[in-house]
Protein backbone atom coordinates (compact mmCIF):
# COMPACT_ATOMS: atom_id res chain seq x y z
CA UNK A 1 0.00 0.00 0.00
CA UNK A 2 1.27 3.22 -0.46
CA UNK A 3 0.31 6.67 1.09
CA UNK A 4 0.80 10.22 -0.01
CA UNK A 5 1.37 12.88 2.12
CA UNK A 6 2.44 16.38 2.09
CA UNK A 7 0.01 18.31 0.05
CA UNK A 8 -1.53 21.67 0.89
CA UNK A 9 -2.38 24.84 0.11
CA UNK A 10 0.93 27.20 -1.13
CA UNK A 11 1.67 30.63 -2.84
CA UNK A 12 2.69 30.95 -6.16
CA UNK A 13 6.95 30.51 -5.94
CA UNK A 14 6.64 28.40 -2.46
CA UNK A 15 7.54 24.98 -2.05
CA UNK A 16 6.13 21.69 -1.01
CA UNK A 17 7.66 18.36 -0.06
CA UNK A 18 5.33 15.11 -0.84
CA UNK A 19 6.01 12.04 1.14
CA UNK A 20 5.20 7.97 -0.50
CA UNK A 21 5.25 5.62 2.25
CA UNK A 22 5.28 2.23 0.95
CA UNK A 23 3.31 0.58 3.86
CA UNK A 24 3.32 -3.13 4.29
CA UNK A 25 5.60 -3.09 1.09
CA UNK A 26 8.82 -2.38 -0.31
CA UNK A 27 10.18 0.74 -2.09
CA UNK A 28 13.63 -1.65 -2.97
CA UNK A 29 14.58 -1.74 -6.40
CA UNK A 30 11.98 -0.71 -8.33
CA UNK A 31 10.79 2.30 -10.24
CA UNK A 32 8.39 4.63 -8.26
CA UNK A 33 6.84 7.68 -10.39
CA UNK A 34 5.09 10.83 -9.12
CA UNK A 35 1.70 11.84 -11.36
CA UNK A 36 -0.38 14.30 -11.58
CA UNK A 37 -3.99 14.67 -12.24
CA UNK A 38 -6.02 18.29 -12.52
CA UNK A 39 -9.84 18.34 -12.87
CA UNK A 40 -10.62 17.36 -16.23
CA UNK A 41 -7.57 16.08 -17.48
CA UNK A 42 -5.61 12.55 -17.66
CA UNK A 43 -2.76 11.71 -15.26
CA UNK A 44 0.25 12.88 -16.11
CA UNK A 45 3.91 11.61 -14.66
CA UNK A 46 6.15 14.29 -13.36
CA UNK A 47 9.08 12.51 -12.14
CA UNK A 48 10.20 8.97 -11.56
CA UNK A 49 13.67 7.04 -9.40
CA UNK A 50 14.77 4.08 -9.71
CA UNK A 51 15.05 3.22 -5.97
CA UNK A 52 17.88 0.58 -6.59
CA UNK A 53 20.06 2.94 -7.88
CA UNK A 54 18.93 6.32 -7.93
CA UNK A 55 18.21 6.91 -11.88
CA UNK A 56 15.49 9.47 -12.33
CA UNK A 57 13.58 10.97 -14.92
CA UNK A 58 11.71 14.07 -15.18
CA UNK A 59 8.65 15.66 -17.59
CA UNK A 60 10.57 18.95 -19.31
CA UNK A 61 8.03 21.36 -17.24
CA UNK A 62 9.50 20.22 -13.87
CA UNK A 63 12.54 20.17 -14.46
CA UNK A 64 14.83 22.50 -11.95
CA UNK A 65 11.82 22.71 -9.82
CA UNK A 66 10.81 19.30 -8.84
CA UNK A 67 13.29 16.64 -7.05
CA UNK A 68 12.65 13.06 -6.62
CA UNK A 69 14.50 10.96 -3.80
CA UNK A 70 14.16 8.15 -1.80
CA UNK A 71 15.02 6.98 1.55
CA UNK A 72 15.14 3.00 1.58
CA UNK A 73 15.63 3.13 5.84
CA UNK A 74 11.99 4.60 6.06
CA UNK A 75 10.47 3.32 2.87
CA UNK A 76 9.70 6.40 1.79
CA UNK A 77 9.95 8.31 -1.74
CA UNK A 78 9.80 11.66 -1.65
CA UNK A 79 8.84 14.41 -4.35
CA UNK A 80 10.07 18.11 -3.66
CA UNK A 81 8.82 20.83 -5.60
CA UNK A 82 9.85 24.24 -5.48
CA UNK A 83 9.13 27.30 -7.29
CA UNK A 84 5.87 26.28 -7.34
CA UNK A 85 3.29 28.04 -10.54
CA UNK A 86 -0.51 27.76 -10.09
CA UNK A 87 -0.77 24.99 -13.53
CA UNK A 88 0.77 22.88 -10.76
CA UNK A 89 -2.22 22.42 -9.03
CA UNK A 90 -3.48 18.60 -8.94
CA UNK A 91 -4.04 15.77 -7.33
CA UNK A 92 0.00 14.11 -6.90
CA UNK A 93 -0.17 10.44 -6.90
CA UNK A 94 3.05 8.17 -6.31
CA UNK A 95 3.18 5.04 -8.03
CA UNK A 96 4.79 1.67 -8.29
CA UNK A 97 6.20 -0.16 -11.03
CA UNK A 98 6.78 -3.85 -10.94
CA UNK A 99 9.11 -3.79 -13.79
CA UNK A 100 11.11 -0.50 -14.69
CA UNK A 101 10.57 0.24 -17.95
CA UNK A 102 12.84 1.18 -20.59
CA UNK A 103 14.98 4.38 -19.33
CA UNK A 104 13.43 7.25 -21.09
CA UNK A 105 9.82 8.90 -21.55
CA UNK A 106 8.20 5.64 -20.49
CA UNK A 107 8.97 6.35 -17.02
CA UNK A 108 6.23 8.77 -17.04
CA UNK A 109 3.72 6.63 -18.72
CA UNK A 110 0.95 5.75 -16.36
CA UNK A 111 0.02 2.43 -17.90
CA UNK A 112 3.13 0.94 -17.27
CA UNK A 113 2.93 1.55 -13.00
CA UNK A 114 0.56 -1.18 -11.20
CA UNK A 115 0.68 0.08 -7.53
CA UNK A 116 -0.98 3.26 -6.48
CA UNK A 117 -1.66 5.37 -3.65
CA UNK A 118 -4.98 7.41 -2.82
CA UNK A 119 -3.39 11.22 -3.61
CA UNK A 120 -2.83 13.97 -1.95
CA UNK A 121 -4.05 17.39 -3.11
CA UNK A 122 -1.81 20.40 -3.91
CA UNK A 123 -3.13 24.22 -5.07
CA UNK A 124 -1.06 26.56 -5.52
CA UNK A 125 -2.57 30.60 -5.74
Known amino acids: QLVESGGGSVQVGGSLRLSCVASGDTIGRYCMGWFRQAPGKEREGDATIYTGGGSTYYEDSVKGRFTVSYDSARNTVYLQMDNLKPVDSAVYYC?????????????????????WGQGTQVTVS
Open 95 to 115: AKALVCPRYGPDWLIQAKYHY
